[in-house]
Structures are given as structure tokens and as C-alpha cells.
């Protein structure tokens, strides 16, 4: 079964900084895709960026981007320009690239917790 | 466009109690997913569904039930109520579960069981 680990419990960035956030995962499969949720205080569960395993390409979502190592399972996210608005529990998500049955539902790390200082 | 709702989103149970959590997307999704989220656990998948009439367990499926009548609402319901129930449960539906296809979720529902 695949298994996503977020080793960083809780990090920290001045406002204006960048950041980056650790995401690693454990796959047999070589096709799949990987996603950045951000939740804030307010609960919603936003999708920041994906990325497809097949593009060896890092995604970029204006401020926010990927480091995608594939050999290294990891798939860290970059913050830059840190905002306020930016304060959330960041989750990294894998969903297998197979839709049979249960197999591409979204596996979930524990999450980040992300400080933004002014 | 509503996306998903979930009501209510606050909740104070009794033990022993019963309630149904609501849950409703107007984006004609053919998925929705069950998850409960407790403190530095993540989210943990309850249940889920591939389409009107089909539903199945996903990782933490006990204490709790699902249906799907249509393909707009997914209730989940959770019969006698115990203190491990107490968590944030979020309802969400997805286009398809190939492709790069996030999920798009409801506000939650934090339920607390006393």
C-alpha cells in the first residue's frame, strides 16, 4: 500500500521568505499523481498545485512550487514570497494513476503546520 | 456553483446518540469520499463512492454508514455515537479518480461526542 510521509510537523517563515515544505512517499507504481492541499483556519481544503509523475517537469502555481525528485520519491513544496495568508496545515496527497476500485482515491499525509511571522 | 456542502458544521453529541452528517455537490461528480481528520492524523478515508448505488469502506469504516441515492448526496451516518467519534469530517466528490483530478471538498463538520 502506498504510504505518504510529511516528516515537518510544524514550520516557520518571516513574511516575505521562502519556504519549503518535505513530502516523501513510498510507491511500487511508476504512474501516478501527487498534490499540495492547504487548509486554513478556516477549515477549507484548498488544492495548491499537482503534479503528474509521467512530466518530469515541476509544476508551478504562481508563488507556490514543486521540487518533484521521482528516483528519490519526494515532492517537496516551495513557498516563496511568504504572506500571511499563507499560515495553513499544508497537506501532501498521492492518488495512484489506476482507477480501479479504491485504488485512485487520495492517500494523505499528516500534514504541516505552517507559521508566517510579520 | 456551491461545489460541496456539508451541514452542519457544528455538531455536540451524546453517547449514544445517533445523527447524519449532510453532504451535497452540484458538479454532477460520479465520486465522494468520507474523511474524518484528528489532530496531527491527517485525513483518514471513512467511506467512499463510485457512483449512485455503489458504495464501499475505506480505512476506517466502523461505527459508521454511508448511501447513495443520487448522484448529488452522500449522507453519512453514525449510529450510537461513542467519544472516538469526536473529529472534523469533511465530504468531498471528484470528476474522475484517474487523471490529475484533485478533489474538491466541503467545509467540514466538527463533531464533538460527549
Known amino acids: 500500500a502506498q504510504t505518504v510521509t510529511q516528516s515537518q510537523p510544524e514550520m516557520s517563515v518571516q513574511e516575505a521568505e521562502t519556504v519549503t515544505l518535505s513530502c516523501t512517499y513510498d510507491t511500487s507504481e511508476s504512474d501516478y499523481y501527487l498534490f499540495w492541499y492547504k487548509q486554513p483556519p478556516s477549515r477549507q481544503m484548498i488544492l495548491v498545485i499537482r503534479?503528474?509523475?509521467?512530466?518530469?517537469q515541476n509544476a508551478t502555481e504562481n508563488r507556490f512550487s514543486v521540487n518533484f525528485q521521482k528516483a528519490a520519491k519526494s515532492f517537496s513544496l516551495k513557498i516563496s514570497d511568504s504572506q500571511l495568508g499563507d499560515a495553513a496545515m499544508y497537506f501532501c496527497a498521492y492518488r495512484s494513476a489506476k482507477s480501479r476500485g479504491s485504488q485512485g482515491n487520495l492517500i494523505f499525509g499528516k500534514g504541516t503546520k505552517l507559521s508566517v511571522k510579520p | 456553483n456551491a461545489g460541496v456542502t456539508q451541514t452542519p458544521k457544528f455538531r455536540i453529541l451524546k453517547i449514544g446518540q445517533s445523527m447524519t452528517l449532510q453532504c451535497t455537490q452540484d458538479?454532477?461528480?460520479?465520486?465522494m469520499y468520507w474523511y474524518r481528520q484528528d489532530p496531527g492524523m491527517g485525513l483518514k478515508l471513512i467511506y467512499y463512492?463510485?457512483?449512485?448505488?455503489?458504495?464501499d469502506k475505506g480505512e476506517v469504516p466502523n461505527g459508521y454508514n454511508v448511501s447513495r441515492s443520487t448522484t448529488e448526496d452522500f449522507p453519512l451516518r453514525l449510529e450510537l455515537a461513542a467519544p472516538s467519534q469526536t473529529s472534523v469530517y469533511f465530504c468531498?466528490?471528484?470528476?474522475?479518480?484517474?487523471?490529475?483530478?484533485?478533489?474538491?471538498f466541503g467545509s467540514g463538520t466538527r463533531l464533538t461526542v460527549v
Open positions: 503534479q503528474e509523475a509521467y512530466k518530469q
Open positions: 458538479m454532477n461528480h460520479n465520486y
Open positions: 463512492s463510485v457512483g449512485a448505488g455503489i458504495t
Open positions: 468531498a466528490s471528484s470528476y474522475r479518480t484517474f487523471g490529475n483530478y484533485g478533489y474538491t
